[in-house]
Protein backbone atom coordinates (compact mmCIF):
# COMPACT_ATOMS: atom_id res chain seq x y z
CA UNK A 1 0.00 0.00 0.00
CA UNK A 2 1.06 3.41 -1.11
CA UNK A 3 2.47 5.73 2.31
CA UNK A 4 4.13 8.98 2.66
CA UNK A 5 7.33 9.06 4.06
CA UNK A 6 9.68 11.48 5.53
CA UNK A 7 13.32 11.84 6.61
CA UNK A 8 15.13 12.36 8.84
CA UNK A 9 13.39 10.63 11.26
CA UNK A 10 14.97 12.49 13.77
CA UNK A 11 17.07 16.14 13.31
CA UNK A 12 19.19 17.76 15.82
CA UNK A 13 20.42 21.75 14.91
CA UNK A 14 21.00 24.11 16.88
CA UNK A 15 19.31 27.76 17.29
CA UNK A 16 19.54 29.78 14.59
CA UNK A 17 20.55 26.68 11.78
CA UNK A 18 18.51 26.20 8.69
CA UNK A 19 16.48 22.58 9.00
CA UNK A 20 15.03 21.02 6.04
CA UNK A 21 12.47 18.38 6.65
CA UNK A 22 11.33 15.87 3.71
CA UNK A 23 8.59 14.08 2.52
CA UNK A 24 7.33 12.18 -0.13
CA UNK A 25 3.81 12.25 -0.75
CA UNK A 26 1.79 9.65 -2.59
CA UNK A 27 2.36 9.41 -5.78
CA UNK A 28 -0.91 10.35 -7.15
CA UNK A 29 -1.74 12.55 -4.63
CA UNK A 30 -2.46 16.43 -5.40
CA UNK A 31 -2.59 17.85 -1.92
CA UNK A 32 -0.01 18.10 0.73
CA UNK A 33 0.17 19.81 3.93
CA UNK A 34 2.55 20.24 7.14
CA UNK A 35 1.18 19.58 10.24
CA UNK A 36 3.51 19.91 13.41
CA UNK A 37 2.72 18.67 17.36
CA UNK A 38 4.37 20.13 20.32
CA UNK A 39 5.20 17.84 22.56
CA UNK A 40 2.44 17.30 24.69
CA UNK A 41 0.15 19.76 22.69
CA UNK A 42 -2.01 19.24 19.94
CA UNK A 43 -1.29 18.45 16.38
CA UNK A 44 -1.29 22.02 14.50
CA UNK A 45 -1.80 22.88 10.75
CA UNK A 46 1.26 24.54 9.03
CA UNK A 47 0.75 24.96 6.03
CA UNK A 48 -0.88 23.38 2.80
CA UNK A 49 0.47 23.12 -1.04
CA UNK A 50 -1.29 22.32 -4.19
CA UNK A 51 -0.90 23.39 -7.79
CA UNK A 52 2.75 24.78 -6.87
CA UNK A 53 1.87 27.09 -4.62
CA UNK A 54 0.90 27.58 -1.10
CA UNK A 55 -2.91 27.49 -0.81
CA UNK A 56 -3.78 28.55 2.37
CA UNK A 57 -0.92 29.14 6.01
CA UNK A 58 -1.53 29.46 10.11
CA UNK A 59 -0.29 32.08 11.70
CA UNK A 60 2.30 29.78 12.62
CA UNK A 61 3.57 30.05 9.55
CA UNK A 62 5.86 33.32 9.71
CA UNK A 63 8.81 34.19 7.29
CA UNK A 64 11.30 31.91 8.90
CA UNK A 65 9.26 29.11 7.38
CA UNK A 66 8.99 28.16 3.34
CA UNK A 67 7.98 25.05 1.55
CA UNK A 68 8.45 23.69 -1.64
CA UNK A 69 8.16 20.58 -4.22
CA UNK A 70 10.97 21.01 -6.06
CA UNK A 71 11.23 17.66 -8.21
CA UNK A 72 7.74 16.68 -8.72
CA UNK A 73 7.94 14.25 -6.02
CA UNK A 74 9.37 15.26 -2.54
CA UNK A 75 7.43 18.26 -0.49
CA UNK A 76 10.34 20.16 1.35
CA UNK A 77 9.70 22.25 4.67
CA UNK A 78 12.36 24.73 5.25
CA UNK A 79 12.97 26.48 8.26
CA UNK A 80 15.64 29.54 7.76
CA UNK A 81 16.64 30.29 11.34
CA UNK A 82 15.36 28.01 14.15
CA UNK A 83 14.65 28.69 17.12
CA UNK A 84 14.23 26.42 20.23
CA UNK A 85 10.25 26.68 20.21
CA UNK A 86 10.61 25.14 16.79
CA UNK A 87 10.90 21.79 18.57
CA UNK A 88 8.16 19.71 17.77
CA UNK A 89 7.24 16.76 15.65
CA UNK A 90 6.32 17.47 11.99
CA UNK A 91 4.44 15.76 10.01
CA UNK A 92 3.39 15.70 6.42
CA UNK A 93 0.35 14.80 4.75
CA UNK A 94 -1.06 14.43 1.14
CA UNK A 95 -4.61 13.73 -0.34
CA UNK A 96 -5.56 12.75 -3.94
CA UNK A 97 -7.75 16.01 -4.58
CA UNK A 98 -9.62 18.50 -2.59
CA UNK A 99 -12.69 18.07 -0.59
CA UNK A 100 -13.56 17.65 3.21
CA UNK A 101 -14.12 13.81 2.64
CA UNK A 102 -11.27 12.41 1.68
CA UNK A 103 -8.76 11.21 3.77
CA UNK A 104 -5.42 12.73 4.39
CA UNK A 105 -2.24 10.64 4.55
CA UNK A 106 0.15 10.92 6.84
CA UNK A 107 3.91 10.60 7.16
CA UNK A 108 5.69 8.96 10.45
CA UNK A 109 7.07 12.12 11.10
CA UNK A 110 10.19 14.28 11.70
CA UNK A 111 11.49 14.99 15.16
CA UNK A 112 12.99 18.52 15.17
CA UNK A 113 15.08 18.87 18.48
CA UNK A 114 16.68 22.77 18.65
CA UNK A 115 19.05 23.30 21.47
CA UNK B 1 -12.74 29.92 14.40
CA UNK B 2 -13.57 26.30 14.18
CA UNK B 3 -12.02 24.44 17.13
CA UNK B 4 -12.35 20.72 18.23
CA UNK B 5 -12.37 19.63 22.54
CA UNK B 6 -12.02 16.12 23.21
CA UNK B 7 -11.52 14.48 26.97
CA UNK B 8 -8.36 14.75 28.58
CA UNK B 9 -6.85 11.67 29.36
CA UNK B 10 -4.79 9.25 30.07
CA UNK B 11 -7.78 7.19 30.36
CA UNK B 12 -6.90 3.55 31.45
CA UNK B 13 -8.96 0.74 30.96
CA UNK B 14 -8.51 -2.81 31.61
CA UNK B 15 -9.09 -5.45 28.61
CA UNK B 16 -12.40 -5.97 27.50
CA UNK B 17 -13.48 -2.63 28.98
CA UNK B 18 -15.94 -0.37 27.19
CA UNK B 19 -14.82 2.74 25.80
CA UNK B 20 -16.23 6.24 25.58
CA UNK B 21 -14.02 9.32 24.15
CA UNK B 22 -15.64 12.39 23.86
CA UNK B 23 -15.17 15.01 21.47
CA UNK B 24 -17.38 18.24 20.72
CA UNK B 25 -16.62 20.56 17.59
CA UNK B 26 -17.54 24.21 16.79
CA UNK B 27 -17.78 25.36 13.12
CA UNK B 28 -19.55 28.07 11.56
CA UNK B 29 -20.16 25.29 7.70
CA UNK B 30 -20.68 21.65 7.73
CA UNK B 31 -17.50 20.08 8.38
CA UNK B 32 -16.43 16.30 8.05
CA UNK B 33 -15.40 14.38 11.65
CA UNK B 34 -12.71 12.56 12.07
CA UNK B 35 -11.10 10.12 14.28
CA UNK B 36 -7.32 9.64 13.99
CA UNK B 37 -5.05 7.30 16.35
CA UNK B 38 -1.79 7.46 16.96
CA UNK B 39 0.29 4.20 18.26
CA UNK B 40 3.90 4.95 19.80
CA UNK B 41 6.74 5.88 17.62
CA UNK B 42 4.31 5.98 14.54
CA UNK B 43 2.58 8.56 12.63
CA UNK B 44 -1.37 9.10 12.92
CA UNK B 45 -3.44 6.89 11.18
CA UNK B 46 -7.22 7.38 10.00
CA UNK B 47 -9.40 5.23 12.13
CA UNK B 48 -12.74 6.40 10.87
CA UNK B 49 -14.93 9.35 9.54
CA UNK B 50 -18.37 10.56 9.04
CA UNK B 51 -19.05 13.41 6.10
CA UNK B 52 -22.56 14.80 7.44
CA UNK B 53 -25.26 14.53 10.11
CA UNK B 54 -26.47 10.99 11.80
CA UNK B 55 -23.34 9.66 9.83
CA UNK B 56 -21.70 6.84 11.25
CA UNK B 57 -18.17 5.85 11.00
CA UNK B 58 -17.11 2.39 12.14
CA UNK B 59 -13.48 0.62 11.43
CA UNK B 60 -12.04 -2.35 13.89
CA UNK B 61 -15.02 -2.40 16.37
CA UNK B 62 -14.80 1.33 16.92
CA UNK B 63 -17.48 3.84 16.09
CA UNK B 64 -18.83 7.27 16.09
CA UNK B 65 -22.17 9.38 15.08
CA UNK B 66 -21.82 12.50 14.07
CA UNK B 67 -24.60 14.35 15.92
CA UNK B 68 -25.15 17.88 14.75
CA UNK B 69 -27.83 18.72 17.13
CA UNK B 70 -25.02 18.43 19.89
CA UNK B 71 -22.07 19.25 17.98
CA UNK B 72 -20.47 16.04 19.05
CA UNK B 73 -18.50 12.69 17.61
CA UNK B 74 -17.83 10.46 20.78
CA UNK B 75 -15.31 7.64 20.30
CA UNK B 76 -16.74 3.84 21.46
CA UNK B 77 -15.79 0.75 21.68
CA UNK B 78 -17.53 -2.32 23.09
CA UNK B 79 -14.53 -4.24 23.86
CA UNK B 80 -10.95 -2.93 24.25
CA UNK B 81 -7.99 -4.72 23.97
CA UNK B 82 -4.17 -4.04 24.98
CA UNK B 83 -3.25 -3.33 21.13
CA UNK B 84 -5.97 -0.55 21.18
CA UNK B 85 -3.59 1.43 23.40
CA UNK B 86 -2.59 4.37 22.03
CA UNK B 87 -3.30 8.60 21.35
CA UNK B 88 -6.71 9.03 19.61
CA UNK B 89 -7.24 12.46 17.96
CA UNK B 90 -10.61 14.27 16.84
CA UNK B 91 -10.20 16.48 14.48
CA UNK B 92 -12.56 18.21 11.42
CA UNK B 93 -12.02 19.48 8.00
CA UNK B 94 -13.72 22.23 7.46
CA UNK B 95 -14.71 21.98 3.61
CA UNK B 96 -12.76 25.14 2.98
CA UNK B 97 -10.57 24.81 -0.18
CA UNK B 98 -7.53 23.53 1.63
CA UNK B 99 -9.37 21.24 4.00
CA UNK B 100 -6.89 21.22 6.62
CA UNK B 101 -7.67 19.39 9.68
CA UNK B 102 -7.99 20.75 12.80
CA UNK B 103 -7.20 18.45 15.85
CA UNK B 104 -8.46 17.87 19.43
CA UNK B 105 -5.81 17.87 21.91
CA UNK B 106 -5.98 14.28 21.53
CA UNK B 107 -6.48 11.38 24.36
CA UNK B 108 -4.44 8.87 25.17
CA UNK B 109 -5.67 5.43 25.92
CA UNK B 110 -3.57 2.71 28.23
CA UNK B 111 -5.42 -0.93 28.32
CA UNK B 112 -4.14 -2.63 31.09
CA UNK B 113 -4.61 -6.97 30.83
Known amino acids: EPEVTQTPSHQVTQMGQEVILRCVPI?????FYWYRQILGQKVEFLVSFYNNEISEKSEIFDDQFSVERPDGSNFTLKIRSTKLEDSAMYFC?????????????FGPGTRLTVT | GDSVTQMEGPVTLSEEAFLTINCTYT??????LFWYVQYPGEGLQLLLKATKADDKGSNKGFEATYRKETTSFHLEKGSVQVSDSAVYFC????????????FGTGTLLAVQP
Open chain 1, 93 to 105: ASTPRGGATYEQY
Open chain 1, 27 to 31: SNHLY
Open chain 2, 27 to 32: ATGYPS
Open chain 2, 91 to 102: ALSDGGATNKLI
